[in-house]
């Protein structure tokens, strides 16, 4: 209890959830590149809690997260990352995205909402392009050559989550990876 109304009151007026206030310049400079796993895993365990965006607790923050990260997509699945007013360009890498997903796709099930459905098939469509014809993906679905496994492994299980909710994903993506 103590633990979430901690995160309800450090939460960002823009939805997020970034660096903590006293956090040192080199752990800020690294979780500033995480704001969309902190957002998707503050959202989760205020789900997880029971609330959800029509009721409890955390009904407020949850729907802030849910439209600052749907913010951050594009309609061809893109990522769009604004400069913050801490003036740090927070940097996507491929390795947040199925945070996002998670949370996403855990408010897209229980309450079927079109808006997030049409979000999440083109952040799948997004990563599905991005994939190397190897069946790996790097970094930042850039196609360059750093490519890392647990990138892999989590797009896979991302993709292959939001095929279970009824999202297309491309079989041969799934077998590709």
Known sequence: TRSLAFLASVQKPDGRWDTLPNEPPSLEAYHGKMTMVLTSVSGLAMLAEGSSETSGTYRKQITQAKN???GLISKDGKFTL???ADGLIKTHIANETPFMIL???ELYLRGKDAKLKTAL?????YISAGQHPRGGWDYTYKNTR???TATVIQNLAALALLKRSG???????LNNA
């Open 146 to 148: 750093h490519r890392h």
């Open 82 to 84: 604004p400069k913050y």
């Open 103 to 105: 949370f996403l796709n």
């Open 121 to 125: 098939q083109s952040v799948a469509d």
């Open 68 to 70: 600052h990260l749907l």
């Open 167 to 173: 999202i297309t994903v491309r079989d041969k993506t």
